[in-house]
């Protein structure tokens, strides 16, 4: 069966059956869920990670297979996926890392060891022994060296944000030894580069002019745990088989198959699926499962952030006082009561949020203060607004909740909801005074890069610098200290009012495979999922 092989279907029949099972709980709770495509996350912080993979007691089934949610993420070659994590994480299966993450940090990969001179511009790598490509050749040090220049001339031809031309050269010493030498140091290089740069083999992709394009069985021979047997872009269907020459030992499932759902709590329940995630609005689905031993919960962490852009380039919100009164008019609290029940925590002021090891938690305070709003307002002569809303058709709710705060203190908003290309069509215009949308999901500064999270219409140089600056100090303490003052920034000059950020959770069939974790600071890049290739090796 090749990848490209078009699998069965699981049968409506078999559906059917299967959801005679559902309890009446579980089919009040279904109706109110939300279908969820982002990844994202009151109280404290949930931990990082509640389990050892090393250590937790797993009991795959008898035919050691597993079936997880999906939806189509695109061709998983390292230049056809979707640039969101889903699509990552499906690349990863089959591609390895110099160095990768556990849920404490950065672990030795593909690289056994590795030094890096004192400028953090000179990286020497020496290679572990033993691993191969899925068609059997060896992985070598040429190949490593390839891939970051094959990345690096290849850099528009892919959607991830790895910053392959700050490359300057990169030679294989030998078979095992890579040095590689930067134009300038780049902060958490092991996140943004080298533990999330998939390393190609150069017997597939020399000679390839268009790696998009490339979407054979050849694209996805990689090093990984894993080979692709199937991907149906119809069905949202991939089905992996276990690496048996893998180099750090075969997985412990045999295969993994991932199918489209439309609700994971269901398919869940009724046994089609071993593992579902959640978040924010969705926690009533979550809270079904407390009470029942067959099934594990862990609580994870959320750096997506729920947010009202203000139009900065425009009258009335290029004036950042008209700014704070509404900062000050909105209840973000009760967006977060009465949008998601509990499911999110109000957000801080710095995007960052507190689930991240950056966040800054010394922040200016807007408080929900209606009086206070209207006398800066009045002080502003700004008594007579009427502004345009956009958002798309899943925030609506948000929508209305700020609609109504801004009315209470004598702003008319009109509120206009479309899909996801025309808000985005819109913001990159330009084209509105507030809007509501989300940012981010990954767990480390770049989230706090312009223009990417105030749409295109904040422009401040002085906080360009500074982020410019940020990225290039490797010493931590020191960069801690400018991502600090970025956030304080931000928190001040109020280009966007963060509303919240989404708890997350993983449910899963206990009886089935227990190994789930949470990676300190997301996987790869900073994803935030549990699906770290770690829980299906020994």
């Not at 300057?168 to 999330?196: P, R």
Request: glycine content about 8%.
């Amino acid at each position: 069966m090749t990848p490209h092989t078009m699998g069965e279907r699981i049968t409506d029949a078999k559906i059917l059956l299967r959801s005679l099972l559902v309890t009446k709980r579980l089919l009040a709770a279904c109706m109110l869920l939300l279908a969820v495509t982002l990844l994202a996350g009151c109280g404290n912080p949930a931990p990082a990670a509640t389990l050892d993979p090393a250590t937790s007691t797993s009991r795959l089934r008898a035919d050691k297979s597993l079936t997880l949610p999906g939806g189509d993420w695109g061709y998983p070659s390292p230049f056809a996926f979707y640039s969101r994590g889903p699509g990552y994480i499906r690349m990863s299966l089959l591609f390895d890392t110099l160095t990768w993450k556990d849920e404490d940090g950065v672990i030795p990969w593909l690289a056994e060891e590795w030094a890096v001179s004192d400028g953090g511009t000179e990286w020497t790598f020496t290679l572990a022994t033993g691993a191969t490509w899925h068609d059997g050749e060896p992985l070598t040090a040429e190949d490593v060296a390839f891939t970051f220049r094959y990345f690096k001339a290849n850099q528009g031809a892919f959607k991830w944000s790895w910053p392959v031309g700050k490359i300057e050269s990169v030679e294989a010493v030998d078979k095992e030894t890579v040095v590689l030498n930067l134009t300038e140091a780049i902060a958490g290089a092991h996140e943004g580069l080298f533990g999330s740069l998939p390393i190609i083999p150069r017997h597939i992709w020399e000679g390839v002019d268009d790696p998009v394009k490339l979407t054979s069985e050849d694209a996805v021979i990689g090093s990984g745990p894993f080979k692709l047997l199937e991907y149906s872009k119809e069905e949202a269907r991939y089905v992996y088989e276990a690496n048996g020459d893998y180099f750090k030992g075969p997985p412990t499932v045999d295969e993994l198959t991932f199918i489209n759902v439309e609700n994971q709590a269901l398919a869940l329940e009724t046994d089609t699926i071993d593992y579902a995630s959640f978040w924010g609005k969705e926690i009533e689905a979550v809270e079904t499962f407390r009470d029942d031993e067959s099934y594990g919960i862990i609580d994870g962490p959320s750096f997506w952030v729920l947010q009202t852009i203000f139009n900065t380039q425009r009258p009335p919100f290029d004036d950042v006082e008209l700014r704070r009164a509404v900062a000050h008019a909105v209840d973000r609290q009760q967006i977060v009561d009465q949008v998601t029940h509990s499911g999110a925590i109000v957000a801080s002021l710095g995007i960052l949020s507190p689930f991240t090891d950056w966040h800054n938690p010394d922040l200016p305070a807007y408080e929900h203060d209606p009086e206070l709003a209207e006398a800066m307002l009045e002080e502003a002569g700004a008594t007579d607004l009427s502004l345009r809303l956009i958002t798309t058709a899943g925030f609506a709710r948000e929508a209305e909740l700020v609609q109504a705060n801004l009315e209470a203190v004598g702003i008319e908003v009109k509120v206009q909801t479309g899909d996801y290309s025309t808000i985005d069509g819109l913001l990159r215009e330009g084209n509105f005074d507030l809007a509501i949308n989300g940012h981010g999901g990954i767990a480390n500064p770049a989230m706090l890069e312009t223009p990417t999270w105030p749409a295109q219409t904040y422009d401040n140089t002085e906080y360009d610098e500074l982020y410019e600056q940020q990225a290039t100090t490797v010493d931590e303490t020191q960069r801690r200290e400018l991502v600090w003052e970025l956030q304080e920034m931000i928190a001040e000059d109020l280009p966007v009012l963060t509303l919240y950020h989404p708890k997350m959770w993983t449910v899963y069939d206990a009886s089935v495979l227990d190994s789930w974790f949470y990676t300190q600071g997301g996987v790869g890049f900073g994803i935030p999922i549990s699906m770290n290739k770690l829980i299906f090796l020994p």
